[in-house]
C-alpha cells in the first residue's frame, strides 16, 4: 500500500507534510506505514483516494508481483 501511495504522492510532487495537512493524516502514520509498523485504517484509506483522486480500490487492491524466477 505504501508503494502505492508513495508513487501518488512524487506525480503529485507533494511532501508527506503537504499529504497530513490536508488530509489529517499525521506524518507519523505514513512514516508507520513505510516500515511496516501499521497497516493503514479503511478511514484513511478513504482520505488518500479522495486527496489523490483516486478509487478506494486502487489502494485495496494487492500490488502485482513481479514473475521472475517463475519461468
Sequence with gaps: MYKKYAALRDKA???DYE???KTGIPTSTL???KYGRYTPKL???FKLANYF???VDFFLEPEKQSKKGCE
Excluded: A, L, P, Q
Design 53 to 55: 483522486n483516486v478509487s
Design 19 to 21: 499529504v497530513s495537512k
Design 31 to 33: 512514516t508507520n506505514w
Design 13 to 15: 510532487e507533494v511532501t
Design 43 to 45: 478511514d484513511k484509506i
